[in-house]
């Protein structure tokens, strides 16, 4: 919120107290907050609960790379680090609907106009 | 002789202060902040911590490992590195910020509405490359609907002459047709896709803005239970350009975070953004000390996620256009740690 900043202030907000997004499991949290109006400590004890793990972990890039992989909650392509083969984008975001068991919007809005 | 120890202003020069001086400073934020607000000043205990993180020389600073909070990003992207769509997926994988904002140039609900189908599009397409929340984003920007930008009679020119039962009722209108156009908008973001809807900067054209704000926001909820809503403030105290609009049965005029925060309970909202503006002729010290003062009565009260807004030139950051790194996580590290946050 707020840091509006088009000059890249997030890089020192982020290496300073941010979870790391999809590098770890920002995104997830971020989720609980916004579909479940929940506070940190509740989202990410939710969030860890989901994913059996603790909530130290999901700002660790390290122990959320292999359980994203494990779940197919999508992780990010770059230079040496590909998976074509791994769910990615709207199949992780199925993925997270499920796990979080929460409504994502565009997975429901594809759903319904694919037919599913 | 005391050492010096390099500092930021706030307009970001950097500077040096005595640790006496920085404390000096922090005790004159908060007894600011107090006064003004009628809220209790920081602990001897929170002072303390809050100089031992700017009373520091060290290039950067960081909470400790486990107390990371959420960082939304509302205005995401520089506007200028590839498409906007490129500009959202290069902040979720190279800066790692948890949410991301799609957003016109243009950042206003009312100049959105004339291309909200192009913007849907482009919403679409964000959520068909992105795994991040994607929401959509901005200001409720009351103004736009005052002559000589829009119908409405200003209520700016009006007040001056006198004309106050006009200005009021100008405002009034304004509200009205904000609402409707903040909807309007929504609705077609939903519809392409959309995790949530962000006011940026909400009452900065007082409390007919903010309560534009509330009554969109309520409106929202009721259509979409899990919609994300954020309501981010422009400013520490709501001023009364109406002076007399309630929402809720309470005036919103004069309101200081604390207040704001219950309002946005109230109305829905899912994620309440506190902004607190800098003064540049003050240290990032005295600010950081004036900032936290103001919101942490929101702090005690919070039933919902609160993301202080830590931009340039609010919550302590500097008002500069490269907001030095050492001033930035001196303020990341002082909200999550003396407020305990749920995000920025």
């Known amino acids: ?116 | 002789m005391e050492p010096k120890i390099p500092t930021r202003m706030g307009d970001g020069s950097l500077v040096e202060l005595t640790r006496s001086e920085i404390k000096a400073d922090l005790e004159a934020g908060t007894q600011l902040a107090a006064k003004k607000a009628k809220v209790p000043e920081l602990t001897q205990d929170e002072l303390d911590h809050l100089l031992d993180i700017y009373a520091s020389p060290a290039r950067f600073t960081a909470v400790d490992i486990g107390d990371e909070v959420i960082l939304s990003n509302d205005g995401t992207g520089t506007k200028h590195i590839g498409n906007r769509v490129q500009d959202l997926q290069s902040y979720e994988a190279l800066l790692g910020v948890d949410m991301v904002e799609l957003w016109q140039i243009d950042y206003s609900y009312k100049a959105i509405k004339t291309n909200v189908a192009h913007e849907g599009q482009t919403m679409k397409i964000a959520q068909t490359l992105l795994t991040n929340p994607v929401q959509y984003g901005a200001m409720p920007d009351l103004g736009r609907y005052s002559k000589p930008d829009g119908p409405i009679p200003n209520w700016s020119e009006l007040l001056p002459l006198g004309k106050i039962d006009e200005a009021r009722d100008a405002q009034v209108e304004a509200c009205e047709m904000l609402v409707e156009d903040i909807d309007y908008v929504a609705d077609a973001m939903v519809a392409a896709g959309t995790d949530g809807i962000d006011f940026d900067t909400t009452g900065a054209a007082g409390d007919a803005d903010f309560l534009a704000g509330l009554t969109a926001c309520r409106k929202l909820r009721q259509k979409y239970p899990w919609l994300g809503i954020e309501i981010g403030m422009a400013a520490e105290f709501v001023l009364g350009m109406h002076g007399q609009l309630e929402f809720d049965g309470e005036r919103l005029a004069g309101m200081w975070p604390k207040d704001q925060l219950r309002m946005a309970q109230a109305a829905g909202a899912s994620i309440y953004g506190p902004a607190v503006n800098i003064n540049t002729g003050k240290s990032t010290a005295w600010n950081i000390a004036r900032a936290i003062t103001f919101i942490k009565p929101a702090m005690e009260i919070a039933e919902i996620p609160v993301h202080v807004n830590v931009g340039m030139g609010v919550g302590a950051v500097p008002t500069c256009v490269y907001p030095p790194a050492d001033a930035t996580s001196r303020a990341s590290k002082a909200f999550v740690e003396i407020l305990k946050i749920d995000g920025y």
Request: charge should be positive; hydrophobic fraction near 40%; glycine fraction near 12%.
């Open chain 1, 1 to 116: 919120m707020g840091t509006g900043d088009p000059l890249g202030m997030e890089g020192a907000h982020t290496q300073a107290s941010g979870m790391g997004g999809m590098r770890a499991a920002g995104d997830l949290v971020a989720r609980m907050q916004m579909t479940r109006r929940m506070r940190l400590k509740e989202a990410k004890e939710y969030v860890a609960g989901k994913l059996g793990c603790t909530p130290r972990d999901l700002s660790d890039p390290i122990a959320m790379e292999q359980i994203r992989l494990e779940k197919g909650l999508g992780t990010l392509a770059f230079t040496s680090s590909v998976r074509p083969d791994e769910a990615g984008m709207m199949e992780a975001k199925f993925n997270i609907a499920r796990v979080l068991d929460i409504p994502i919007n565009c997975v429901e809005r594809f759903k319904e106009r694919a037919g599913l």
